[in-house]
Structure formats: C-alpha cells, structure tokens
C-alpha cells in the first residue's frame, strides 16, 4: 500500500493512532515522527511521566493531540482516556502502539490492510518469541495469559498480551477497561471475546534491545499478581455471563443470516419475475405485430 493511500485510508475509515508513554523519553520523539509519516490523527497519552516525556510531546503540540496528567495511573486507564477522546473526536478506529521502540511503526499498513477485509474485528498484533534478546518473563507470562483466555473464551490466541492492536471503537461502543495496568489488556480482550466480535491476529515485526538498554514498566510479580486476580473474577464471569452472552450473540447473528439470505432471495425472485414478465409482455406485443391483419 502506497504512502499517499495509507494517509487517505486513514481519513476515509476514521482511524486514531493512540500512543500510551511513561517515562520513554529515549523513545517516544522518534514514534510520534515515525507515525506523522502516515497520519496526524494522533492521540498521545503522558501517563504521568516525571523524565523529558513532556517536553519532547511540547515540539508536537501543533500537530497532535497530547493528553497528560501528573500522577501515573496506569495502561488501562490511559487506554481508556485514549478511547474517549477518540470518540469524542469521531473516530471509528483505535490503533494502539507503544511507545518505547518494541513495535514497528512498518506495520501500520498491514493494520489498515486487515481491517479493510475485516471491518468488525479486534485486530492484534502477533508477536514472534523466538527473538534472541525477548525476555523469558514475557513469554511465560503470555502462555499464562493465553491459557486463561482459552478457558474464560473457549478461543485460542497466539499472543494475548500484545499492545499493538487496532480496536473497532463503534462495535464496542462503549467498552472501557475497568482495571488500570497491564491486566487491562486482557481484561478487554476477553470481553470483545464474549461481544463475539472477530479477534484476529496479524503478524508483526518486534524489537527487543539488550537488557542494559530495554524501557519496561512491566513489574513482573506485581503485575502478574493483579492479573491472577483478574482471572479470579473473569472465570466465574465466563460461566455467569460470558458464554451466556457468547451463545445469544452466536445465535442471534445466524438468525441474521438467514433472514438477510430469504432477503436477498426474496430480491431476487422479484427480480426473476419483473423479468420474466418483462419477457412475456414483449413476446405478447410481438406476436400482435406479427399477426396477419383481416380484410
């Protein structure tokens, strides 16, 4: 896809880049430049960042939108005030990236690309873990992450714990996270999930620098002590509400296929007699025309 077809792309279908930073002042100039490549539509959120995070996003305040506060208060609550402003602004999509260099600002037009073939869905990006420098941690916090999913979904998921994902902002509606750090990740994946709104993954580049150089705020007890706690409350909410609200949606959506294919049969049979009647008129005047006339 064309640089000048991404940009317009973008403006057509709605879509919002949505940056949550804290403290990655090494990092977060060259994302918003990378992202200004493709679109303006940009959403920075200063999670209460106490390095020069605020004066790098202060060069952008002419061409960006920059939301900040002075107390940091987590992932899930940036990424919920990245989706109000982006609603308040009108725009139908979310593309959410992080801000300290792990994801490829390349991967925007496979994004766009994805979503124009699949309108509705939760678009995620897959992470490979077979990169040399990926921390051990990670990759079993996702295939912990990933199991819980499966069970609360009934849905496998290569990488549950992915930041860069395009969300369909008007099929949730008004679906917020309700927990504040990186559980909310999941948290929002799962109830897309039991919305059954389509959750695909799409591979992307990633990069993992030496551990001498990497800018992480994942702490990883405590922030897999809350996301435990988490799946404590979502897996009793699967039995009560999420594969209820899962079977409705499923058979509400066949009973709309079927009413949209008697529809659409329905046209079409009008269409096949209208013709055919078309036919029957034209023979019946031709065969007037050709009869002989009496003296």
């Given at each position: 896809?064309?640089?000048?077809?991404i940009?317009?792309?973008i403006?057509?279908?709605?879509?919002?880049i949505?940056?949550?930073?804290y403290?990655?002042e090494?990092?977060?100039?060259?994302i918003?430049?990378?992202v200004?490549?493709?679109?303006?539509?940009i959403?920075?959120?200063n999670?209460?960042?106490?390095?020069n995070?605020?004066n790098?996003?202060?060069?952008?305040?002419?061409?960006?939108?920059v939301i900040?506060?002075?107390k940091?208060?987590?992932?899930g609550?940036?990424?919920?005030?990245g989706?109000?402003?982006?609603?308040?602004?009108?725009?139908?999509?979310?593309?959410?990236?992080?801000?300290?260099?792990?994801?490829?600002?390349?991967?925007?037009?496979?994004f766009?690309?994805?979503m124009q073939?699949?309108?509705?869905?939760?678009?995620?990006?897959?992470?490979?873990f077979?990169?040399?420098?990926?921390p051990?941690?990670?990759v079993f916090?996702?295939?912990?992450?990933?199991?819980w999913?499966t069970?609360?979904?009934?849905?496998?998921?290569?990488?549950t714990?992915s930041?860069?994902?395009?969300?369909p902002?008007?099929?949730?509606?008004?679906?917020?996270?309700f927990?504040?750090?990186?559980?909310?990740?999941?948290?929002l994946?799962?109830?897309?999930?039991?919305k059954?709104?389509?959750?695909?993954?799409?591979?992307i580049q990633?990069?993992?620098?030496?551990?001498?150089?990497?800018?992480?705020?994942?702490?990883?007890?405590?922030?897999?002590i809350r996301?435990?706690?988490?799946?404590?409350i979502?897996?009793?909410?699967?039995i009560?509400?999420?594969?209820?609200?899962?079977?409705?949606e499923?058979t509400k959506?066949?009973k709309d296929?079927?009413?949209?294919?008697?529809?659409v049969?329905g046209?079409?049979?009008?269409k096949?007699?209208?013709t055919?009647n078309?036919?029957?008129s034209?023979e019946?005047?031709k065969?007037?025309?050709?009869?002989?006339?009496?003296?």
């Amino acid at each position: 896809m064309k640089q000048e077809n991404i940009h317009s792309t973008i403006c057509q279908y709605g879509i919002c880049i949505i940056i949550p930073t804290y403290n990655c002042e090494k990092t977060i100039r060259n994302i918003v430049e990378s992202v200004l490549t493709y679109t303006s539509n940009i959403i920075v959120i200063n999670d209460g960042s106490v390095d020069n995070t605020a004066n790098i996003l202060s060069l952008f305040e002419e061409r960006i939108t920059v939301i900040s506060y002075p107390k940091n208060r987590g992932k899930g609550y940036a990424l919920k005030q990245g989706f109000d402003e982006a609603c308040k602004r009108g725009f139908s999509y979310a593309l959410t990236i992080d801000s300290d260099g792990q994801h490829s600002v390349k991967d925007i037009p496979s994004f766009i690309e994805a979503m124009q073939q699949h309108p509705d869905a939760l678009i995620v990006g897959a992470r490979s873990f077979n990169h040399p420098n990926m921390p051990q941690g990670n990759v079993f916090a996702n295939k912990f992450s990933n199991f819980w999913f499966t069970l609360q979904t009934a849905n496998k998921f290569p990488d549950t714990q992915s930041g860069y994902r395009l969300y369909p902002l008007k099929k949730m509606k008004q679906m917020r996270p309700f927990t504040r750090r990186y559980e909310a990740e999941l948290e929002l994946l799962v109830r897309c999930a039991w919305k059954n709104i389509p959750i695909l993954p799409l591979p992307i580049q990633v990069y993992y620098p030496v551990k001498e150089e990497r800018v992480s705020h994942f702490r990883p007890k405590k922030d897999f002590i809350r996301i435990s706690l988490l799946n404590t409350i979502l897996c009793p909410l699967a039995i009560i509400y999420g594969y209820p609200a899962m079977l409705i949606e499923r058979t509400k959506g066949r009973k709309d296929e079927r009413a949209k294919g008697r529809k659409v049969q329905g046209e079409n049979g009008s269409k096949q007699q209208a013709t055919s009647n078309k036919q029957a008129s034209h023979e019946e005047g031709k065969g007037r025309k050709e009869k002989p006339e009496r003296f």
